[in-house]
């Protein structure tokens, strides 16, 4: 578990696979910017119970200091020696966007990552047109390293020598 100053950061249970949670999915904005959309429960559980099983995967779900489940950030890791990872982050709860939740948790877990880890490098994917996000990633150090070739409008950003 690891604590910010507003959130606690914790790995996802099955408890936390309720109607809430998959009711981020049906956001307009989500939509726009999350391809792989679970249509129920089922499928909540099945991702969250994967990614816990899958010691390259670290999903942590993002929580508000009353226990709210405000949204997730997760990462990849590229090979067992977590020095390098892909990240993704999501805010389901409409309320919370725009409030520097992206940037206060992104900031916590890279420097858990390099402390526990040793993880020295970060890569994301995001949509040119997500305009709010890819500000959040600059200004935390990332730099557009390419255009997604599979995606026109899709970006990749990297995070280098976060120690």
Request: aromatic share 10%; with cysteine.
């Amino acid at each position: 578990m690891l604590k910010t100053d507003r959130f606690v950061l914790k790995q996802l249970s099955l408890v936390d696979a309720n109607e809430k949670y998959l009711c981020w999915f049906n956001d307009d904005e989500i939509k726009k910017f999350i391809l792989n959309r679970p249509k129920c429960i089922g499928e909540l559980e099945k991702f969250i119970n994967h990614c816990n099983d899958d010691n390259t995967i670290l999903l942590l779900g993002i929580f508000t200091q009353d226990n709210i489940h405000i949204g997730n950030i997760k990462y990849e890791f590229f090979n067992a020696s977590y020095d390098k990872a892909s990240m993704g982050i999501m805010i389901g709860l409409e309320c919370w966007r725009n409030k520097g939740v992206g940037t206060e948790v992104i900031e916590q877990s890279i420097k858990y990552l390099s402390q526990q880890f040793n993880t020295n490098s970060i890569e994301l994917g995001v949509d040119v047109t997500n305009v709010a996000a890819v500000q959040v990633y600059k200004k935390l150090g990332f730099q557009i390293t390419k255009v997604n070739k599979g995606d026109p409008d899709g970006l990749i950003m990297t995070l280098d020598s976060i120690r």
